[in-house]
């Protein structure tokens, strides 16, 4: 049995177990100490409490200094006063101090309204800064997905958590000391040469403005004024179950059709979905799947297993730069993103007798490697890229805003078609399991030729980081693993680096919950119940779909019939695999 | 070297060490066996204590003086650096500080060759731990 | 025969006179000149009495001697060989006088355990240490006294971290010894960063042994089977007699697999710092010996329960370790009665500043400030008036006149509103600004925080930003409550030692000499003289005699004045570099 322990918190009692924070206990009897250095978003690994910002600093009864409550653990008999006025002093002043070294841009900055700094200063009711003198100044850092904008960086560390620990990428830590301490990529170069993901995790939790995605909004608006371009739109499975936390709603409200009707409101001349695209992948991948998996069951030595799913741009720059050795292990399909670009650029281009350069390939994702994938030049033709622009769900909801659409009103539409039909398969892809749970509905019965009577596979879904399955093939056994994360993606690769891993598909997304907790998500503020409740919705979407099976999608049968032939054809290669890159050079001088 | 393998050994090897010292000190003819020990720690060479080595055991050599010249660790007084310690069998230690070359002439002249103290002598004002009660 | 005469600054001070040069005459008139010489030495170390002269052979110690004694002393003790009364030191208590310089060990305010080694042995022979007992505190810890017995005698000796933070040796043994781990490490704290202090270094280059053999101890005690020296890369000879002295000590089967035949190993390693001063913080050395970036992380975890590599960790500085083998050997009574109650034993000190003899110094626990200043330190350089003591280095504190009688203990400096620190101790005279001290401090406090925790990161700068202010004349009354209130949150909200003791130069300083803040801020003077622009140099009509000398010599020509006239100086343009002060010879130069 737990130990527990009783403490006094502004004199009310309260029980704990044993190890519990003074933060914690706090909020037990919902006394809400402020924090802004510490993040823990519960349940899925993630915890980031240096103590190091001492906002949350509270007084402890025959304790000589105030002591940090996110890091404090309770003692029996501990008695705490979370609000005496030497503490609001205290806690003042810290702030007061932080806000004496930050830039007053607040009205212009990217975080307006959500930044955690601006709502503590609002919280405490800080009017005048007593002690004012020299601030830090940085270079603006602009890579193809980030803003590193580090005037404005409090080193709360949070990105260093994340891009360390949880992601175990290594691009971003604590460097200098003193008054020139902040966070950077090594020997303060930019991060394009660093081995930055651009997963955006550092981005997801950053109380303040200095990491931010790089805003492509304007140019969306300017190719939506542009009479001559022709505007497509594709949206992320994520993206629906999180854009209407921007408009008041809670989390986990789907907005599917709200946001289509938006975004037809926004002038796009065909509103198209990235879920078309997901089922495309099953087929291209899962078909992939297959051919690798027969081959290693009849025997074929030089067949690599398990296949590694490549969906997330994020993943995809990790092995390349931590584990190009294993870059012929991955699926070499494109990522539904990619796959749509190209099916739109090329096909439905044809279809609509445009030239590919006038038509214009807008994506909404959660996401800001996205940014970054559609940037790779292997996805470009002739200079003229696959996807135009990519967007992140905060993105798409300032140009909702900006648009005079009161979001919360609007009636329901469809997405169009060909490109907006798609399966509860595809919808899934936003989650953490999702894409090898769309895979196993169609191998399952493309291998066996069965009709699968159940579609939910309740076993490969969930939030631990690293899952592991066994799917029954009618006699069969596939073994599947799951990592979300990449710190959890590494210790999987290093199993099968030793040759140690038993799994025959591994499903692979960079953050933490998959999509739905996506550096360009509304931004979760260390509640991970948000990203919990998202997670519901996407489930709740598949299961209200008629079709939940990616090869039963009548548009991508249509798709194959007219053009592209078989899945793992000639043309299908040419259009919807890739080939990846050692990118290690790239930041290790050998 | 045979290893050390108890305390026992340990203290032999101290009285070992004593009674050749000693011998070395109460040896029949005490203008022989002179040790100079020099300060020898960061800041007695920052000020210049590796010059006086050097001279020592120059001038030592040359004038064929028996004397052993050795180094040792920071004497405290960095007010005086560099110092010096001047051992004459029989008698009391005596340390010299500010000694520049000129003073480790005369004091291997004077008082090493004919036991005359010179100016610049630092006196002793600690106690040891086997003084202390 | 010799007649050593104190030739220290402060008997020079309190004597009217040369001694010595009477003593030659005296001995000149007796024709004793050939046999007997005067030779002048450094300070003797008891000012109060000076001058001193001693009589060698017989150690005759004659106190407060001034020039006409010098025939008396001629006359009667050595061509008599009659000692003379009227200069013997009289035993207050005891009213009987003591002539014999042995029996007067009680003047000799220092007592060498720490530094028992060095400057007497060659370090880079481990002969010399064993000659003198070394190792053998090591060979009773491994053959009698075994874990719990030496843990027992560390806590029974009362001594306590000399790193600063003064935790009892003893208890953190215990702590590392019942906290079981497959592992555990013995860590040296050589990581000395107080601006001035460099005992550690001393000991390392002087002493290696003494260290070594306190490690093995300790790992013994706890139950470690390695050692970690993190050492400042820029100690380059303490590292090579260091790594000679562990050779050596392997060698003799001191340090290795199965020390002295006991079975147990241990193997010490060295990790070089780049000398961050808040790796001289135990998390953060742990960190920083670790690889990550040196900074702290909260306590508890303690490195007792958590350190080197998440196992217990038991971490001492070098002047804390070379103490131990004597405690073993001579027992942990006979230690803890040297010294106070409650802080035995002894403090090296590195004494530095406005002091005739600055050096290394290791005194008991409660001598005062006075004797360490005055006694041992021969008083204040050039005849100047004391101002304050400053111990604890960039953490501690300003003392004044009033704590000069304070023995120095742990709680004592505490009390007073300074620290002990790692023993760094500048004495400062009345030219020393205090506004300045304090922001000297904190200047070094601002470039060594880590910038891990915000108080520490922008609260020391932003101290330091309004202490400039103060200095440069532009300080304002309310800047005053700002460095209060600043002051007392860094302290009570930063993360570690450092940050919580950052603001004490600025707290005693204010405490000690507010009225010298006042004068900066509203009077906008500097008494000290020291803050440029709160000064400025004026000439003196009455003495002024146009010599030109001063214009000359001024280096942006601003001084103006015909020959023979009174001559003037133009404040706007004068950059108050003090050459026409010193170039003056009719002290018509003033600073006001």
Not at chain 1, 493 to 507: C, M, P, R, Y
Not at chain 3, 269 to 274: D, E, P, V, W
Not at chain 3, 539 to 558: D, H, L, M, S, Y
Request: contains cysteine; glycine residues 10%.
């Amino acid at each position: 049995m737990q130990e527990t322990i009783n403490i006094t918190i502004n004199k009310k009692p309260v029980e704990v177990e044993k190890g519990t924070t003074v933060y914690q206990a706090a909020r037990k009897i919902n006394i809400n100490i402020p924090v802004l250095c510490y993040m823990e978003l519960e349940d899925m690994g993630v915890k980031h409490n240096p103590g190091g910002c001492r906002v949350c600093v509270v007084e402890v009864e025959g304790v000589k200094n105030l002591m940090p409550s996110c890091v404090t653990k309770c003692w029996d008999g501990m008695n705490v006063k979370t609000n005496t006025a030497r503490v609001l002093n205290a806690r003042k002043t810290v702030v007061e101090l932080i806000l004496s070294d930050h830039p007053f841009d607040c009205l212009i900055c990217a975080k307006n309204g959500t930044c955690d700094l601006q709502k503590m200063a609002q919280d405490l009711g800080i009017r005048e800064i007593h002690y004012q003198g020299e601030q830090s100044t940085y270079r603006e850092d602009t890579s193809p997905a980030i803003i590193r904008e580090m005037d404005k960086c409090i080193n709360c560390r949070r990105c260093e958590t994340m891009c360390n620990d949880v992601q175990t990428v290594g691009a971003l830590s604590g460097i200098n000391r003193g008054f020139e301490a902040v966070v950077a990529p090594a020997f303060e170069q930019n991060l394009e040469h660093s081995p930055c993901t651009y997963c955006g995790q550092c981005v997801a939790v950053c109380p303040t403005g200095a990491l931010t995605e790089v805003d492509h909004s304007n140019h969306v608006l300017r190719a939506l004024a542009d009479p001559q371009k022709t505007v497509v739109v594709q949206t992320a499975p994520a993206v629906r179950a999180a854009l209407g936390e921007e408009f008041g709603m809670e989390a986990g409200t789907l907005v599917t059709g709200k946001m289509t009707r938006a975004l037809r409101d926004l002038g796009f001349d065909y509103v198209f979905d990235t879920d078309f695209a997901a089922d495309l992948t099953i087929m291209e991948e899962g078909t992939e799947l297959l051919d690798r998996l027969n081959k290693h069951l009849n025997g074929d030595k030089n067949v690599k297993l398990p296949i590694l799913t490549s969906c997330c741009p994020g993943w995809v720059s990790f092995f390349e730069h931590h584990f190009p050795e294993l870059k012929d292990i991955p699926s070499t399909a494109r990522s539904p993103q990619q796959m749509f670009g190209a099916v739109a650029k090329n096909y439905f281009a044809e279809k609509i007798n445009k030239n590919r350069k006038d038509l214009v390939v807008v994506s909404i994702m959660p996401c800001v490697a996205k940014k970054y994938e559609r940037s790779r030049e292997e996805f470009a033709n002739n200079g003229d890229s696959d996807v135009n622009y990519s967007i992140t769900t905060r993105e798409l909801s300032h140009l909702i805003k900006q648009a005079n659409i009161d979001f919360n009103t609007l009636e329901d539409d469809d997405f169009d078609k060909p490109l907006g039909e798609s399966t509860g398969a595809a919808v899934i892809f936003g989650t953490t399991g999702g894409v090898i749970e769309a895979a196993t509905r169609t191998a399952y019965e493309i291998h066996t030729g069965k009709n699968l009577e159940k579609v939910d596979f309740e076993e490969l879904r969930g939030m631990e980081g690293i899952r592991k399955a066994s799917v029954d093939f009618d006699g069969q056994e596939i073994k599947i693993g799951i990592a979300h994360g990449l710190g959890n993606a590494r210790k999987l690769l290093e199993n099968i680096k030793q040759g140690k891993s038993e799994f025959h598909a591994i499903e692979i997304m960079a953050c933490p919950g998959g999509c739905i907790g996506g550096g360009g998500q509304p931004l979760h503020h260390g509640d991970s119940s948000i990203i919990k409740a998202r997670q519901k919705a996407i489930y709740q979407e598949d299961a209200g779909k008629k079709i939940r099976k990616s090869h039963e999608n009548p548009f991508i049968k249509e798709l194959y019939e007219e053009y592209l032939g078989k899945p793992g054809s000639e043309k299908s290669h040419d259009l919807l695999h890739t080939h990846y890159f050692d990118r290690k050079k790239r930041w290790i001088k050998k | 070297m045979a290893k050390i393998k108890s305390l026992d050994d340990l203290k032999k090897m101290q009285s070992d060490l004593q009674s050749k010292i000693n011998i070395r000190e109460q040896g029949e003819n005490p203008e022989s066996h002179v040790q100079i020990k020099v300060a020898m720690a960061t800041c007695g060479i920052a000020s210049g204590a590796k010059e006086i080595m050097d001279f020592l055991i120059n001038a030592t050599g040359k004038r064929n003086l028996d004397v052993v010249v050795t180094q040792t660790g920071c004497m405290g007084y960095c007010h005086s650096e560099p110092t010096i310690e001047v051992n004459r069998p029989g008698e009391d230690p005596v340390i010299y500080g500010d000694v520049d070359v000129k003073k480790a002439d005369e004091i291997l002249e004077k008082h090493v060759k004919r036991g005359e103290l010179v100016d610049g002598i630092i006196p002793v004002t600690h106690k040891t731990i086997d003084e202390t009660k | 025969m010799h007649l050593l005469v104190c030739g220290g600054s402060g008997c020079h001070a309190s004597a009217n006179g040369d001694i010595a040069k009477a003593l030659n005459e005296a001995l000149q008139l007796s024709g004793l000149n050939d046999e007997i010489q005067v030779v002048t030495t450094g300070c003797f170390g008891f000012c109060e009495k000076g001058p001193i002269v001693k009589v060698l052979p017989d150690n005759t110690f004659y106190v407060e001697v001034q020039p006409e004694d010098a025939e008396i002393i001629v006359q009667e003790h050595i061509i008599k060989g009659r000692k003379v009364e009227k200069l013997l030191y009289k035993d207050p208590e005891k009213d009987e006088k003591i002539s014999d310089s042995a029996k007067m060990d009680f003047y000799k305010k220092q007592i060498r355990i720490a530094l028992r080694n060095c400057g007497v042995i060659n370090p880079e022979n481990i002969d010399e240490y064993i000659a003198r007992e070394g190792y053998q505190a090591l060979g009773k810890v491994l053959g009698e006294l075994g874990d719990q017995k030496t843990i027992e005698t560390m806590k029974q000796s009362g001594l306590r971290g000399r790193g600063g933070g003064g935790f009892p040796t003893g208890l953190k043994w215990q702590f590392a010894n019942t906290n079981q781990s497959d592992e555990k490490y013995v860590v040296c704290n050589a990581d000395e960063g107080d601006p001035g202090a460099f005992m550690d270094r001393s000991i390392l280059e002087g002493d290696p042994h003494s260290v070594i053999e306190a490690m093995t101890i300790n790992g013994y005690a706890i139950g470690a089977n390695l050692g970690l020296v993190y050492i400042r890369a820029e100690y380059p000879l303490a590292i090579k007699r260091l790594k000679k002295a562990l050779e050596q000590a392997k060698e003799y089967g001191l340090l290795g697999k199965d020390v002295m035949g006991s079975g147990f190993d241990f193997d010490i390693q060295l990790r070089y710092g780049a000398g961050a001063f808040v790796c001289g913080e135990e998390t953060a050395l742990i960190h920083s010996m670790e690889g990550q970036r040196g900074e702290p992380t909260v306590k508890p975890p303690y490195p007792a329960e958590s350190g080197f590599r998440g196992k217990p960790t038991n971490v001492n500085n070098v002047e804390t370790f070379a103490n131990i083998p004597v405690i073993i050997n001579k027992g942990a009574d006979w230690f803890a009665k040297i010294g106070n109650k409650k802080s035995t034993g002894t403090k090296v000190f590195a004494l530095a500043g406005k002091v005739n003899n600055v050096g290394l110094i290791e005194v008991p626990m409660g001598t005062t400030l006075r004797e360490v200043i005055f006694d041992i330190g021969g008083g204040i350089k050039d005849g100047k008036k004391f101002k304050a003591v400053q111990t604890g280095g960039p953490s501690g504190g300003c003392l004044t006149e009033k704590h000069l009688d304070t023995p120095i203990d742990y709680d004592n400096l505490i009390e007073a509103g300074s620290m002990m620190g790692s023993g760094g101790m500048i004495v400062m005279d009345e030219d020393d600004c205090m506004v300045s001290v304090a922001k000297f401090y904190l200047d070094f406090t601002v470039e060594e925080s880590c910038g891990k925790c915000t108080p520490c990161r922008v609260g020391n700068k932003r101290l330091y930003e309004i202490l400039h202010k103060i200095t440069e004349g532009k300080g304002e009354p309310e800047d005053l409550d700002k460095l209060r209130n600043l002051s007392s949150v860094i302290k009570e909200t930063s993360l570690c030692g450092l940050g919580q003791t950052s603001p004490n130069p600025v707290v005693s300083t204010m405490e000690n000499f507010w009225e010298e803040y006042e004068q900066h801020v509203k009077e906008k003077k500097c008494a000290a003289g020291s803050c440029k622009n709160l000064m400025s140099y004026h000439i003196i009509e009455e003495n002024c005699v146009g010599c030109t000398a001063c214009a000359r010599k001024c280096p942006v020509n601003c001084i103006s004045g015909e020959k023979k006239q009174v001559h003037k100086i133009d404040q706007e343009l004068c950059i108050k570099c003090g050459n026409c002060m010193d170039v003056c010879k009719f002290n018509a130069v003033e600073i006001i």
